[in-house]
């Protein structure tokens, strides 16, 4: 039997499939450990086989569910918990991560009213600490080296900490704020607040590289993830001491941009999907909250959103500690299956290059100074736990780090339309640009509607524009960052208004800002003002030539299409990227419901189809589809891959059938009868 003093020799990086329980214990929490049922839970990984699993420790509450010596203990514990999952993972091989909630710690502020946050208007946060209170070394750093040492886990996946945290006018910051400017602390409006918000930044990135560097003192083996960091939310963070990324999301649309934004930061990753679905009758009233275990075939399409990318999939499931579902046993070893079967030739895989969505780290930071947060995702992951976890604003608090700003809106929403364009496409960060990534090997390069951009980023993108790179300008914010270097004039409209594209001869609304630019340019796409499409005609998308390459451009923004997707506008969006790059490595005809990532993995080139037709799609706000069992196969998809030389094999995976195939003119044709979830075509 394994020592469960010492961790599992399993790092993530070697880990495909995981499983995470949280708790979240509150003061009134009765007899942990009374249902205890080692046996049950030696079942579960026997049937399921994780590579690793994350149990609870201290949820948003602050009580921890093991019986700690340095933090607050929930009450009437019955048995260490804690203890009982490293003894069953152990035995196991199974690697044992904490759930621990960070900077959210309710009982540390109880305890210590003078640790909390407080708000601009002087409110007093009860959920909050303050990162430059004594919090991170009396209470934070000694536990995390308790659970690392004394129960020997493997790592923490923090929660409660980048992705919630308000901004802060407590004593603590504003002596940091002192020292540095020697002034008071500037409110939003202030000229100085940008500057703020950068301090806080950094103090956040200081609190992270203190509490990794101190526990890998104590644990030098100990992996540490805090949950969204280096995500989307901060793209151009990057943390020596953090040893693997990922984040926990309940949609598909979420999953495409978080998964998308960790595969480019070259290190373990992973996304936490929901097995369960949630409702909430009356949340003003937080009551009538219930949740059930989704679907088999639910479950799978959210698995190969992550899996399709190279990355790790893991599900979270009811809040439990102390023992498991045993019905829910079989659908999980179900969906184990799927992974398992698509591991070899997913797992770790790298994107080819082919379309880029660029995201500026500028750009989500302006959006942050701004006060510009509307939401892309309904509702974020910060809303997502009322009334269980009762995370409502606290008067006027703001976060430091919102889960949606107008930039990231933009960006996520033509992640989307490319996407359902069927592109093969990957988040381009600004960092990577700036570390000199090859970016002629991308056929085009898509740049969001935005305020600001990287300058350095920006000559780069023109540069591989002027060497016959593709590039597509999406928004008025953004012509008007570019209208010198194109030689146009633009007038970005203010508001946010419905609009009419012309798409085909019918109209498709979309609600955007937008401009009307004035230039030498072809048009090839027209808007009105009504849906009846008469009155004057405006500019809805231009193309012209730049150096070698070509520039195409949208007048309006597409955050709108993220929350409101039209067939017709995704029509649209595709005809504006086909007349600049015709010839994309992978194309696929016979269903618009089909996602494909093409990734590269020892030495094979393999198209990722996945099947994102579901019930999900018909969700409307006065209908929730919560669980849907079926998703309608797809028949007769025709594949179409460039490829220099007749290929020695193609092969339909996991079935492992050969491909009935031509060549023909350096291309790759096959079809493939029918696709149900997730399939991959190995060609080398």
């Known amino acids: 039997m394994s020592n469960p003093a010492h961790p599992v020799k399993k790092t993530r990086a070697d880990s495909f499939l995981g499983m995470h329980f949280d708790f979240h214990a509150h003061p009134d929490q009765e007899h942990i450990g009374a249902t205890a049922d080692p046996e049950q839970i030696d079942r579960l990984l026997k049937r399921v086989k994780p590579d690793f699993l994350q149990c609870d420790t201290k949820g948003h509450f602050g009580y921890s569910s093991y019986p700690t010596e340095v933090g607050v203990r929930a009450p009437n514990q019955t048995r260490d918990i804690l203890r009982m999952w490293r003894e069953v993972t152990a035995q196991n091989n199974v690697a044992l991560y904490a759930h621990h909630s960070s900077l959210w710690d309710e009982a540390a502020v109880q305890e210590h009213p003078d640790w909390a946050v407080i708000d601009e208007y002087g409110t007093i946060s009860d959920k909050f600490v303050s990162m430059f209170s004594p919090f991170l070394y009396k209470r934070f750093i000694p536990q995390m080296i308790e659970i690392a040492v004394k129960y020997g886990l493997d790592g923490v996946w923090v929660d409660g900490d980048i992705w919630c945290m308000p901004l802060d006018y407590s004593k603590w910051t504003q002596d940091v704020y002192f020292e540095q400017y020697g002034k008071s602390l500037p409110k939003r409006g202030d000229a100085d607040f940008p500057q703020y918000l950068a301090l806080l930044r950094d103090g956040y990135r200081n609190f992270v590289r203190i509490y990794c560097d101190e526990i890998h003192a104590a644990a030098p083996g100990f992996q540490i993830c805090s949950s969204a960091l280096m995500g989307a939310i901060d793209p151009d963070c990057r943390m020596p001491g953090i040893g693997f990324v990922s984040t926990d999301t309940p949609r598909l649309r979420e999953m495409r941009l978080y998964a998308r934004t960790f595969a480019q930061r070259n290190m373990a990753w992973d996304i936490m999907g929901w097995a369960f679905a949630y409702t909430v009758i009356d949340v003003a009233a937080g009551t009538g909250f219930y949740y059930t275990t989704k679907e088999l075939p639910q479950l799978c399409q959210e698995a190969s959103m992550a899996i399709a990318l190279g990355g790790s999939f893991q599900f979270v499931n009811f809040p439990t500690i102390d023992h498991t579902y ?331 059938s050969a491909a009935n195939y031509s060549y023909k003119n350096g291309m790759i044709q096959l079809t493939l009868d029918k696709l149900e979830i997730h399939t991959v075509i190995t060609v080398e």
């Open 326 to 656: 045993a019905w829910a046993i079989p659908r999980w070893e179900q969906l184990a299956l799927f992974c398992r079967a698509r591991e070899p030739f997913c797992f770790q895989a790298k994107p080819i290059p082919q379309t880029a969505v660029f995201c500026s780290a500028e750009a989500v930071y302006h959006s942050v100074a701004e006060g510009d947060s509307e939401r892309l995702f309904p509702p974020s992951t910060a809303e997502k736990c009322k009334p269980l976890l009762d995370l409502k604003p606290e008067g006027n608090s703001e976060r430091l780090y919102p889960l949606s700003t107008a930039a990231l809106q933009e960006t996520g929403a033509l992640l989307d339309v490319l996407l359902d364009n069927q592109y093969s496409v990957e988040v381009l960060l600004a960092e990577r640009i700036a570390t000199g990534e090859n970016l002629s090997d991308f056929g085009l390069i898509a740049l969001p509607d935005m305020a600001v951009i990287e300058a350095d980023a920006k000559e780069r993108l023109l540069a591989y524009a002027r060497e016959g790179g593709s590039l597509l300008l999406a928004g008025p914010q953004t012509l008007a960052l570019f209208a010198d270097d194109l030689g146009i004039a633009v007038d970005p409209a203010a508001e946010s208004r419905f609009i009419y594209i012309d798409c085909e001869g019918s109209a498709v609304a979309i609600a955007s800002r937008f401009c009307t630019p004035i230039g030498n340019f072809t048009a090839t796409g027209r808007f009105y003002m009504s849906n009846f499409m008469d009155g004057e005609a405006c500019t809805a998308s231009f193309e012209l030539p730049f150096g070698k390459g070509k520039i195409a451009a949208l007048s309006f923004g597409l955050a709108d299409y993220a929350q409101r997707p039209t067939t017709r506008m995704r029509r649209f969006i595709g005809m504006c990227v086909q007349n600049i790059w015709p010839l994309p490595a992978v194309k696929v005809t016979g269903s618009q419901y089909i996602e494909v990532s093409f990734m590269e993995k020892d030495g094979k080139r393999c198209v990722n189809l996945i099947n994102s037709l579901s019930g999900a799609r018909f969700t409307s706000e006065s209908v929730k589809v919560m669980t849907f069992d079926e998703i309608p196969p797809l028949y007769n998809i025709d594949v179409a891959i460039a490829w220099p030389s007749r290929p020695s094999a193609v092969m339909i995976e996991p079935v492992h």
